[in-house]
């Protein structure tokens, strides 16, 4: 597994590890997944985030976004504060393994918590701020859900596409009638395009069988064509004919 040198640098010489004795917020997250566990402390004045340290039980992955994100943290107003994101604290880190993600966000709402925290005790309401989780997995598994929901949902549409897009549908869709205010310009382009289709069917059948007419005469493949297009572009009529003009 590949460490960028940021991550291996606050690994091992982490920022501000330790606790702050009365700290204005203290926040404690975990992972039951991963067993990491990080607890964040926050010393705020007037608004200001003056001091952050941390405790983590976790990984080299967890040690490094941890320093990292309480690096980023001081100095900052409490709004700054919740701008500090796991995806702030990678980029800061020049990156992590996939597998290795996770650790940003326990990060992340390590912070949140101690913001929380903070709130709490102060009787304030921090705006943006919700409620952190006590276990991130959960929020991974929430996100996953997500995640699976909006691939079904675009599988659905995708599929609702491809059908729309059918030769049959495509012709009789009211959606392209009804949406458009030009109709008569629908209806005579989706004539066109069902005359067309109709007639290349006509076209493979007329060549299995020669059709005799009403006087036994042997119908040619012409005027086959020929009259099947007419029925056509009269079935057609009545169709559109039921379908805009029914009481």
């Known amino acids: ?52 340290k941390f405790k983590t039980f976790g990984c080299g992955a967890a040690v490094a976004t941890s320093s990292m994100a309480t690096e980023l943290i001081k100095g900052k107003s409490i709004q700054d504060a919740l701008k500090i994101t796991n995806k702030v604290v990678m980029e800061a880190l020049d990156g992590l393994p996939p597998v290795k993600v996770h650790c940003s966000l326990l990060a992340e709402e390590a912070i949140h918590a101690a913001l929380w925290d903070y709130a709490e005790k102060h009787n304030i309401k921090i705006e943006g701020l919700e409620k952190p989780v006590n276990d991130i997995s959960e929020k991974e598994e929430e996100e996953e859900k997500k995640k699976q929901e909006a691939e079904k949902n675009n599988k659905k549409a995708t599929d609702e596409t491809k059908k729309v897009n059918s030769p049959e549908d495509k012709l009789f869709s009211t959606k392209n009638i009804s949406e458009n205010p030009k109709v008569d310009e629908v209806i005579h382009s989706n004539m066109v395009d069902f005359n067309n289709f109709k007639v290349k069917e006509e076209k493979k059948a007329a060549s299995k069988e020669e059709p005799k007419t009403e006087d036994g005469k042997k119908e040619t493949k012409e005027e086959k064509i020929t009259n099947d297009k007419d029925k056509v572009s009269s079935d057609y009529d009545d169709f559109f004919d039921d379908f805009f003009f029914e009481e």
């Open 1 to 52: 597994m590949n460490y960028s040198e940021k991550v291996m640098d606050h690994f091992m010489n982490p920022r501000n590890m330790g606790e702050i004795e009365n700290a204005s917020g203290v926040g404690t997250v975990g992972n039951a997944k991963c067993g990491d566990i990080m607890k964040v402390y926050l010393d705020i004045e007037d608004g200001i985030v003056k001091d952050a």
